[in-house]
């Protein structure tokens, strides 16, 4: 008895450890029991009994005839509402918004064509990777267009690091100061406002995947503590909020900007 608890002891832990492999692995999905039809219990109500006895047809209470020398009353026929408002109303429906569709793929993550019809909790931390990520282009004043997660926290590229092709250098305690996004296995992206076919990701040197636009690797900064927050825009004049191209967005007027 105790060495089969032993067993699906070990068995449990490697079926945790396999949603934490690391970037080039395949890691088995979870997702299929979601997958299977739920049953709907349907209770029906018996017919109801003839009190007259079988081939009898129960009686119709308050079901009067009319009279022999009156001529049973008639509905107006229907008529069709008019064309023009048939028209008017068709043109007022909205039409239902297009379901995302896979863009690409890149191995285990698929990259889809448009924001997910779902909502989606972002992970609290910015230590943690996800196996579904949001990327939305979001506008600034100062800075112009760039991209945020699905929690509206700035993502920045780094100067340091090269996109053709896609590597990344910050790594021990400057991915403590700029944690990347991570993607796990198996992954799904959901642009908004960012070509889906420039999205991806790249492997790191600790061995976790890294989203990447355009090919550069994105990182949070950890001054950042709201959505919106922009604390690393030009710092050491290599760190800036990435454009939905992957390009740099413009430094910061004053101090921040000339860090």
Not at 29 to 35: G, H, I, K, M, V
Not at 41 to 56: D, F, H, I, K
Not at 80 to 106: C, L
Not at 155 to 172: M, Q, W
Request: charged residues 20%.
């Amino acid at each position: 008895m105790i060495k089969r608890s032993r067993t699906i002891y070990v068995a449990t832990m490697l079926a945790g450890l396999a949603g934490l492999s690391a970037c080039g692995s395949q890691a088995a999905s979870t997702d299929s029991a979601a997958d299977l039809p739920v049953p709907v219990a349907v209770q029906q109500s018996a017919a109801p009994l003839n009190p007259q006895g079988p081939g009898e047809l129960p009686e119709l209470s308050g079901a009067d005839e009319p009279p022999a020398d009156e001529p049973p009353a008639t509905e107006p026929p229907a008529t069709d509402p008019p064309a023009a408002e048939v028209q008017e109303e068709e043109q007022a429906a909205p039409a239902p918004a297009a379901s995302p569709t896979v863009a690409k793929k890149q191995r285990w993550v698929k990259i889809f064509s448009g924001p997910s019809q779902q909502d989606i909790t972002p992970p609290k931390s910015r230590l943690t990777g996800s196996k579904t990520v949001e990327l939305n282009a979001t506008e600034n004043e100062q800075i112009g267009t760039y991209v945020t997660d699905g929690a509206g926290r700035t993502l920045y590229r780094f100067d340091n690091d090269s996109n053709k092709p896609p590597k990344s250098v910050c790594n021990g305690d400057c991915a403590t100061a700029w944690p990347p996004l991570l993607i796990k296995s198996p992954g799904k992206i959901f642009p908004d406002g960012i070509d889906p076919k420039i999205v991806g990701y790249v492997e790191r040197a600790d061995g976790h995947c890294q989203v990447t636009i355009n090919g550069w690797p994105v990182y949070y900064f950890v001054a950042d503590a709201e959505a919106g927050d922009i604390n690393g825009q030009g710092l050491n004049g290599k760190w800036f909020a990435i454009k939905p191209d992957g390009g740099k967005t413009a430094a910061t007027p004053g101090p921040l900007g000339t860090k």
